[in-house]
């Protein structure tokens, strides 16, 4: 804990000296016990993405993350991570947008769910009306590539009840055909990620230099 106690303050310093975050009290004590936490990290956006609307002159993105640490595969639990962009809407309306990753191993939802998974909107957009909302360029998220067969399995996944997806995901074609398109599109993909950290891992080192297409913030 005290590394990255250090390697936090670190960062804090440099968001500072770079005038990105006026207030860095957020992460003074965010290192306790085990628990790691982040309040209202707020960051001063000195250019708002094209696209922005409403205009806003002054946008500012606020971050929380909380997790427990674990000596495991995955090495975290209790796990909340969201940032929220807001502005000024003619220096009156606050408009406000949402993005959260959970972590969220209950298989028992009402749609699939992966157990890490990005979203947009949450508890921060309950109760917005449309002209509180921010709409802006949404975050660039790594994912692998998609044909139709996967851009199919992507929609009713993502937009189709559990039941009627995990029914129509036990077809026999189906799935084949889905596993095929898998292989031929995925594999490549997520065993060149995993050569980052592995270049022998299946003899697929000869993929490794592709990580960096495919994720660039990794760091060699």
């Not at 440099?14 to 005038?19: C, D, M, S, T, V």
């Not at 860095?24 to 696209?51: A, H, T």
Request: charge should be negative; proline fraction near 5%; glycine fraction near 4%.
């Amino acid at each position: 804990m005290g590394n990255y106690a250090t390697e936090i303050n670190f960062i804090a310093n440099i968001l500072q000296r770079e005038k990105l975050c006026s207030d860095i009290s957020p992460l003074n004590k965010c290192c306790s016990n085990g628990m790691y936490r982040v309040e209202e990290l707020k960051f001063n956006i000195r250019e708002v993405p094209r696209n922005t609307r409403p205009n806003v002159e002054l946008m500012e993105v606020l971050l929380n993350v909380s997790f427990q640490e674990l000596q495991d595969d995955i090495p975290v639990s209790n796990y909340c991570f969201r940032i929220t962009a807001q502005g000024l809407d003619g220096n009156v309306n606050l408009v406000k947008s949402s993005w959260h990753l959970d972590y969220d191993i209950n298989n028992n939802q009402e749609y699939i769910h992966p157990h890490f998974h990005l979203t947009w909107g949450g508890d921060t957009m309950k109760g917005l009306g449309l002209g509180d909302v921010l709409l802006l360029p949404t975050p660039r998220i790594s994912y692998p590539p998609l044909d139709i067969i996967l851009g199919i399995d992507f929609v009713l996944s993502n937009f189709v009840k559990a039941d009627i997806y995990k029914k129509i995901q036990c077809d026999s074609q189906y799935k084949n055909a889905v596993k095929n398109a898998q292989e031929k599109y995925w594999k490549p993909y997520m065993l060149s990620m995993a050569s980052h950290w592995n270049d022998g891992l299946c003899n697929y080192s000869k993929n490794a230099k592709d990580c960096k297409y495919f994720y660039p913030t990794l760091i060699d």
